[in-house]
Nanobody, 114 residues
């Protein structure tokens, strides 16, 4: 059984920064792709950024140039550095990992507000 343990959410002012982290814990498995999705109130869950095991990265257009995804394969951990945060970035952020099955974290709240 794999669990994704997220940390790093919180309240930040517009223009501020936050870093999210997500570690895959539990039974050792091979993880191929990892990433982050988010869901704002009343909205569908949307892709934020993904990274493959070889380091290929994909960002949503709305976060390009502001967010950076990175990964430590040895630790099965993925990070999301978020800079220049905007109020519209407010959402619950979910970690995602793809191995032989798909895994989701419990979500961490990010609130951008003055």
């Amino acid at each position: 059984q794999v669990q994704l343990v997220e940390s790093g959410g919180g309240l930040v002012q517009p223009g501020g920064s936050l870093t999210l982290s997500c570690a895959a814990a539990g039974t050792p498995v091979t993880i191929y792709n990892m990433g982050w999705y988010r869901q704002a109130p009343g909205q569908q869950r949307e892709l934020v950024a993904t990274i493959t095991g070889s380091g290929r990265i994909n960002y949503a257009d709305s976060v390009k140039g502001r967010f950076t995804i990175s990964r430590d394969n040895a630790k099965n951990t993925v990070y999301l550095q978020m800079n220049s945060l905007k109020t519209e970035d407010t959402a619950v952020y979910y970690c995602y990992a793809q191995g032989l099955a798909n895994y989701w974290g419990q979500g961490t709240q990010v609130t951008v507000s003055s």
